[in-house]
Nanobody
Framework: QVQLVESGGGSVQAGGSLRLSCAAS????????MGWYRQAPGKQRELVATITSGGSTNYADSVKGRFTISISRDNAKSTVNLQSNNLKPEDSAVYYCLASTYRLAYWGQGTQVTVSS
């Protein structure tokens, strides 16, 4: 089992920055990738960025050059961070953390990001 705790959402003006964090605990050595997805009202959940345990990253085209995903791990937890710069109103959504193992995917509870113009 993996438990996820997200933090760092909030409200900013266009052009601002936010840093989202997601701490995974439990069976962290079974995690092979972590990432962030987002869902805006009336839209499907979409990938924002992912990172594997080996450090390979993948970004949605809409956030390339503005968002940076990173991961760190100690014996107790694995933390994935999403540095979001030059935010746009279209980035507004609930952001969900994901941790995947070879068998299961775990989702965080979601954190709201609101970008005003």
């Amino acid at each position: 089992q993996v438990q996820l705790v997200e933090s760092g959402g909030g409200s900013v003006q266009a052009g601002g920055s936010l840093r989202l964090s997601c701490a995974a605990s439990g069976s962290i050595f079974s995690i092979n990738a972590m990432g962030w997805y987002r869902q805006a009202p009336g839209k499907q959940r979409e990938l924002v960025a992912t990172i594997t345990s080996g450090g390979s990253t993948n970004y949605a085209d809409s956030v390339k050059g503005r968002f940076t995903i990173s991961i760190s791990r100690d014996n107790a937890k694995s933390t994935v961070n999403l540095q979001s710069n030059n935010l746009k109103p279209e980035d507004s959504a609930v952001y969900y953390c994901l941790a995947s193992t070879y068998r299961l995917a775990y989702w965080g509870q979601g954190t709201q990001v609101t970008v005003s113009s």
